[in-house]
Each structure stands twice: as C-alpha cells, then as structure tokens.
C-alpha cells in the first residue's frame, strides 16, 4: 500500500499525470520551458514597455513586473501598486503576451486578479497562510516561490493549502535558499527542482537573478535549470541595470537577454524530455 | 560623526535611552524581565482559563494564547479566531492579567486591537510588509518575532516599519534560526539579544519554547536567557501538553511552569542590571 | 590597477589561462568533461575489479576508490588501508585507468603517492593544514573537495596553501553544503562551480553522489553540472549498491552508470564550449 | 529497555555519574566552573608571560595559548610551533597553573605531550579522525571543539572515537556554529550545552570568544554559558588586542578580562547547581 504524503494534493502518488498550468495561452509543465521575463520592479511606462517589447522579441512567453514590491528596509522603493498593474495591462495590449505579478496582501488579491493572468507568492510570504488561503480561491494561476528557508516539505505544504482551497493551478518557484555562503544572494538549490519532479505533479520553474545576485551568473545558472529538468525560467531584465530602482547587479539588459534567448536553444528540447525518461527507467530499475 | 543605520529609529544612536514598552499595566524593558505564559493554541475555555489561573498564581506578567494559528500544514488546527480573542478577553477579566496573541492579516487587525493589550507578529511574518504597515498605525503594542531566517539588521529593519509608520511600542522577541542542527527545533540566538542590547534601544524579549521545541530544555534556555540581559519571557504552557493541539512537546505542565519561575528567583535582578553596567563599562574603555 | 585577491595563486587575475591538470594521461580542465567512477569503499578486489571493469566500458576515464574512510562513527566499517590502495593498483593494471583516493593523514602521503596518480581531500578534511602542506610537497595531483561548511573564499584559500606550497595540479570538488535542508544529503551549490570558474584558473568537477544522497537524484544532477560548465563528474558505482558497506543509498549499480554515461552523451560537448564564450562575451559588455 | 545511541560511550545511558577530567590539579566538570585563559597565538615570551600572570591574577584556573595556528589563509601567521610549546611551559613554571593548547597533526602529538597538560582539538579539525585515534592513546585528557558544522550526535561521535580508543579524558567545548547569520563570527549554540548535559556524562566548556567575534559581546555570552550550566569558559585575553597578529577583535584585554572574572563570581555557584537540580526535577516529572 503506497503511504500518502501530508501534502496529498500536491504529490504525484495519488495524481500520476503531470499538470499543465495554463497561464493565458502560455502552457506551464509541458515539453518547453517557460520563460518570464521583465524588470524587478515597475517604475514608469517607458521602462516596463522597452522592456515588454524587448523581452517578446527575444523569445520571451510571459511578461514579469513587481507593482507591489515586498522591500527589506521601508526607505526603499515599495513599488507603485496599482498603476502598476495598469503599466503591466498595457504591456500586454501591446505585447500580446501573458502578465505575472506579486501580490502581498489579501486585500489585494481582487485587484490583482482583475489585471493579471498570474499572481505570484514572494518568497518571504510563502508562509503566509492568509495570503494563500485567499489565493486558493482565486480564478487565475498562482507562482509559489520557495521560501529562503524552507525545506522542500514546507514548501509542497503551502502549496497544498492552495489546492486544498480549490486553486489547481500552482506553478512552484526555486529562487535560492539562505545558507552560509555569501558569494552569491542566494544558494540555487537545483537539486530540488529534481527532487520536486519525483515527489509532485506540479510544475515548477527557476529564478536565476534572485538566486545569484550576479548578472554574470544568470546565464550559466539558467542552462543548468533547463538541464535539470525546469519547466521555465524567471529572469529579471532591465533597459539599464544600473539605473534600476531594484536588483539591478542581477539584471540583464536588454541585449544580454537576447543572448542567453539563443544560448538556450528551447526550440530544440528533446533531449531533456529524454533524459527525464532516462531517469525514471533507472529509478524503475532500482 | 556618528553614521546614522540603516535602521534609523531602531538605532540607539539617535535616540540613547532605552524604550519602556506598557502592555496594559505592565512594563516591558525595566530592571524586571516580563513573563508571558499561555498555551501555544487557545483550544476552549477550560483550557484557557485554567492555565491562565495558574499561569498568574505562579507569577506570570502577561497572558498569551493562540487564536489565529499559522500551521504548517492546512489539514493542522487552525485556531479558533475571533472566538480566541474572547476566550483570552475572559482570562483578562479573571485574572488582571494583559493578553497577547498573533495576528496574521491585516484585515484581522481591527478585530485583534479591539480585544488584545499587545499584537504578536509571528516568526513567518517578519518581512510580511503589509501586515507591518497595518500594525504600524495600531494603537497597541506589538511584539514582533525574529524570522527563522533573519539577519539581525533585516530584523531591526522590520521594526524600523513599525517605527517609522508610528507605532513606537515594539517588543523584540528571538525565537530561535533555523540552521543545519536538528536536534532542537532551532538553534536559539542568544547572543544576537546581547547584539540588539548593543545596537538597539527596544526591549527584547526570549522564547524558549520554540526555539528548543523540548520542554526539558525551556528551563535551562530561560535562565541563560536572563542572564545575557533579556527583558523577558514567553513561554507556552498547558493544562496537559501531551493532549494540546499544537506544540506540546514543548509545552510545560503548570507544575513545571511554577518550578521554573522560581528558580527563576525573578526578584533579586540586581547582578543582571549591574552586570549590564559591567558590559557598558568594559565597552566604554575599549 | 588590478586588486589582488587574497588567494593569489589561485586567483585568474594572476594567470589567465586555464589550469590543465594530467592525471596519468588524462587532461582535467580541458573541453571534455572528465569522469571518474568507482566504489564509496574499495571492499574486496572482486568488487573493485568488476567495478572497475564496467565503468571503464561505459567511458570512465579515471577509477576511483576510498582506502582509508573518514568516517563519521569509530564503529562504522574504516577502509582496508594500504591494501585498498594495493588493489586500486590492479584495477589500474587490469584497465589502464589512473587511479584516484582519498587520504586523510600527512603520514599515509608517502605511500599513496607511491600507488596512486591523484590523491584526494575530503570534505572533513579541507582545512586540515598539516595535510595540505605535505600534499603541496607531493608529485601527484590533488583532487581538494569543498568543505560541508566551507565559503568559496576559504575553499580557494585551501587550494591556495597547495600552490604556494608548489603543487600545482589542484583540481576542485563541489559535492555539496550543509544547509537546513536535510531533503538530499546535502544541497549540492552548482553556481558555485560557475562563480570558481570566474575566479580561478582552477579545473572544477562535482560529485553528484554525495551531494544528493540519493541515487535517483544523480542523473539529473550530472546533467546540470555539465550544463555549468564542470570539468567533470565522480561519481559512485557499486556492483550491488544495497549490500555496501558505505553510501549504498546513493551508488549507482552498473547498469545505471552505463545509462548515465548514454545520456550524458559527452563526446558532443561543443555547446557547452560555445556557451561558456556566450557568458564571457556577455560578463565583457557589463 | 533502554536503546543505546551510537555514541555508546559517551552517553549517560550507560555511564550515570558525570565524567571529571583531572587538568594538572584542576578539575573540570565539577560543581566549579574553570576559566581557561590567555592569547589566541604565543607571539613572544613577554606576551605570553605577561598574560599568563594576569589572568592567574585574575582568577583563571589555566592558561591557553596557540603554538601550531590553523590559519584559513596560508599568508596569515602560522604559529610558533615547538617554540611556543616552550614558553607554554614556562608560563606553568612561573604561574604553577596548567597549560592547554591545540594540536593539529598526529606528528606533533608526541611533542604536544610531553609538553601540555591538555591537548586541543581544533573545530576544523573536530572530523580529522587520524588525528583522534592518535590522541585516543595519548595520555593526557583532550578539549574537544565542536565542528563549525558539527550537529551534536556527529560531535558525541568524534568524542567516541577518543573513548573507544582508550583515553577518557575528554573536555566538550561549544564555540558557535555557522549560520547564514553574519553579525557575529558565528552563532553560539548554548542550548546545545543544555542538550549535551542531557545526553552525555562528559564535561563541557564554552568559547565565548571564537563564539561571537567581538569583544563587547564576551562578557554576556560568559554569563549565559554559565548560567545555562558549563562547567567553563575558555577565553581569548591578550595585553594589546589591538597589535595582536590573531584574533584580536575578540580578545579581552587584562582589565577586562579581571572585569569579567569578577562580574562571574564563581565562588558562588550554588544557583547554578540547583538549577540543574531543578531541571532533573523536572524532567523526571515529564
């Protein structure tokens, strides 16, 4: 008798199948990874639309933007809210392409869920259960990052607490845990989008720029995401990084975007898919 | 020139003396460490006001209980909620004694600062920035947790949210980081109490509970607490810890609560004060 | 003017090109990715010989094999010593493969060097100075894992102590830190590999075995580390992993190598290359 | 029936009565805390001797000081070596207290012997298992530190490997283990010491200098340590801390130092003994 895990909605024991999160048109958990892309923070129209248009030329599927910005000290930029999700409504009329934002606040939840197709959990409220229990009864798609110390565990639990309030359509974020080392912002622990693809149906993508901190290691991380088997990236881009009221020594530009786009070759996907099989033959086996 | 911290009005360089926090009739950050004593979860009135009785005949300052409960797990008691906060408004009019108890959402803020003398931000809503700015118009104290995962200066910075909207009564209360050892729940950081005393003019409190996450070690962890300059306690304690709802393992019985607060000997503080005295000695001739 | 780190030997600012390192007559650090295979602990020479065998068939490059163990309980299983290296010596005879071990003690280095043509450091062990000292005096190259606990800072000043010593032949070993997260073994932290390879001239590898504690995991890691940029794997294979007598749990049987060595399909390793240049490209337009 | 833990020997489920490890005529693991004082590195004669009669002076029970230096960098200064072993000795003869310092190399043991009253194991050397089982059959006790990494089981472990091998002198010492927390050097884990009484009949000591890096801190964190029930401290205390070449930032200088020692006021230890009398009380109550 197979043992049912305490996060029994998000476990792949009683749902074999792989779920497929529809965000717009843009499939998430399928054969080609995702990529969400844009700048840390919304700061005008200009920006956020150089950006859109930028980011959907190079080969982008979603549009990323923070209106509501979750900020360690209160004299820091703390984004501009509702016109920012209007600034990202425009990005999509003009893009065509999907939008993706953080909400904080359960009172914000409606209003989110008027202008965006996704809603996403930052990691430092990942624990917060009133955030998701109104999540869960959202109608659009949520992004759960994991928190920076959170075990694997925790993180399936606060996604289940989306699916047990009837929101199936959780895509789970990697963004970095906090350890010791200080090189980089984060830790990017890859090994548990692999350890995640055994234990859950949910799909689940990386952020590179939060995990590392650095521009110059974006890339590199993003290649061994898709290696590992991701479902997609989430990358912040900014027109000019060091003039961005946020992140920016961990924001590409523009044209930096549009390389790592062809350094990645997503077109051309079959050995990941392949590799994944090989996986579980070997575990099969054991 | 003195540099000005990040955190501003935490900093005890711009405002030298220490802050005395009043929870109804009740000092915390005096000569006399403060004794919050109460189940981790408010299951029923018998249960409450019970260990409210016994809690304050031992000798315990403030009562605590939860009403909002932020579990791990969605399938986990969740609290009774507002009915919490009127069973702890009963154990007020019995005893004498003011209450604290956890607030998860700001729509919850109105309702709890209506019925409770201090608002407790939990360890998981450190960096909830939403939560902070609700509370930090509240007309209550607060009693904001260190995140398991929080550097001391993302900590005073989160007080800095409360300070800097208004709200001047802050509390300070660790609870123990989670680090790579799991023998105890967390690896309580009593040092970083010594760190605040030095950078900070708010009071800081200890919860030995949680941070140990095993009642025979509360005992131990109180008395070392005291002794490095803490302005108090908050400890959980039930009628009988191995039936509670949440947290038993670390609960005290009332038998080993009242033990515990005399070996405490809470009276006779006068080596703590002078042995601060002593520490601002030596500093002040390094 | 260039700041000269305080690793300066090991450092990139000092020597821009890449470090070759030959172990026997194979070349770490170049444009294949190396691999080296074998037993946690060389048990028998039936288990090492067939070991031995079947990975230098599936394309191993070098065989390894731990002689003496560290080993956390006195009374767990401690290595066969001398005679393990005796019979690494034959598996090199018998396949032609250079051999690598692991020594734990500046008097065991007169013998190892004699038998073997890598000898490596464990984790435990990085900053045990005494051994790194004789190591810098040795004829043969040094295979220095990270420390469980280890910075990168630190790690590179561990290499360090070998170069000033005058060894040059250092080859670095990711296999994972500890953190909070006790998911896998360990959290294997694959951007560190990247961030080594911006500031050493140091060939880099990962285990993958010990990083994730799990066998099922390791496919899946390999993959990412080469998608990185590692230089190569080592990797733990054992004929029957469920009746070893160390790190069972995360040996690969021989057939699972063989599968792995398929899907890692490393004779095509040129888009790799190509995206190591995309990322200096990139790093030389910031 | 009671399970044994893999730490057979050193638990306290097979050995009930505290261990008491005879230093010269001291004895740790008494109702008396012992103060272990002097310079983190022997620099010269007259620093050494300088120090050593202070602290006499001041009331510590013996002197420490380091010979053989495990330095992170290979540039920074690596110890005086035998040399230092020397003017040890002399700092006994003139003040007639015993001398304690670190060894970090099975070669030096015979040396370290003949010379010390009691042989240190250095935190990054807590794992070096060649290095315990050399000191297993030395004939002087051992101060065994606690790795930076070390859970508490893995640390009972490498105090074993001394039992098993025949040496029962064996001295704990808790210095802080590393966190993501970056204000203090590490982070003192006091409630292990707590644990550590739980678990095991040896003694155990605190380092409140290596533990938080920073002088001002020292005093508090002694305090706790006792208070939390160790049976010492080991001390970083230097004339200048200023001109030291190790450690400066956390050594005390001889006023402080004597500060310190009155502050503690280790005549009267009555309180602490009942505490843990109170505890017992407590937990066989449980």
Redesign the interface.
């Given at each position: 008798m197979t043992e049912i895990p305490?996060?029994a909605l998000a476990s792949n024991k009683l749902k074999s199948e792989r779920t497929i999160v529809n965000v717009g048109d843009v499939q998430i958990g399928g054969d080609k990874p995702v990529i969400i892309a844009g700048p840390c923070s919304i700061e005008n129209r200009n920006q956020l639309l150089t950006t859109a248009r930028a980011v959907k030329v190079a080969g982008a599927d979603i549009i990323r933007g923070g209106a509501y910005k979750?900020?360690?000290?209160?004299?820091d930029f703390q984004g501009l809210g509702v016109e920012g999700l209007r600034l990202l409504s425009d990005a999509r009329a003009e893009t065509g392409l999907p939008i993706v934002s953080e909400v904080?606040?359960?009172?914000?939840v409606d209003t989110a869920e008027a202008h965006l197709d996704m809603l996403q959990v930052g990691a430092?409220?990942m624990?917060?259960?009133?955030?998701l229990k109104r999540l869960a009864e959202c109608s659009k798609p949520v992004l759960l990052k994991r928190?920076?110390?959170a075990?694997?565990?925790?993180w399936l639990?606060a996604a289940?607490?989306l699916l047990?309030?009837g929101n199936e359509s959780v895509v789970l974020c990697e963004r970095g845990?906090?350890?010791?080392?200080?090189?980089?912002r984060n830790?990017?622990?890859?090994?548990?989008v692999?350890?995640v693809l055994?234990l859950s149906h949910l799909p689940i993508i990386v952020d590179p720029s939060h995990?590392?901190g650095?521009?110059?290691?974006v890339?590199?991380?993003s290649?061994?995401?898709?290696?590992?088997?991701s479902h997609g990236l989430i990358i912040e881009v900014h027109p000019h990084p060091e003039q961005a009221l946020s992140d920016g020594p961990q924001s590409?530009?523009l044209?930096?975007f549009s390389?790592?786009m062809?350094?990645l070759?997503l077109r051309n996907m079959s050995?990941v898919t392949?590799?994944v099989n090989?996986?579980h033959?070997?575990?099969s086996?054991?």
């Open positions: 305490t996060f979750p900020r360690t000290s209160p004299y904080m606040d359960a009172r914000d430092r409220n624990q917060n259960f009133s955030l928190g920076p110390s075990t694997i565990k925790e639990l289940e607490y047990v309030g845990i906090r350890t010791f080392e200080t090189e980089m830790t990017l622990d890859l090994v548990a692999a350890r055994e995990a590392t650095r521009r110059s290691l890339p590199s991380a290649r061994a995401a898709i290696a590992i088997g590409l530009n044209r930096e390389s790592l062809e350094s070759n050995h392949s590799s090989d996986r033959e070997i575990l086996t054991v």
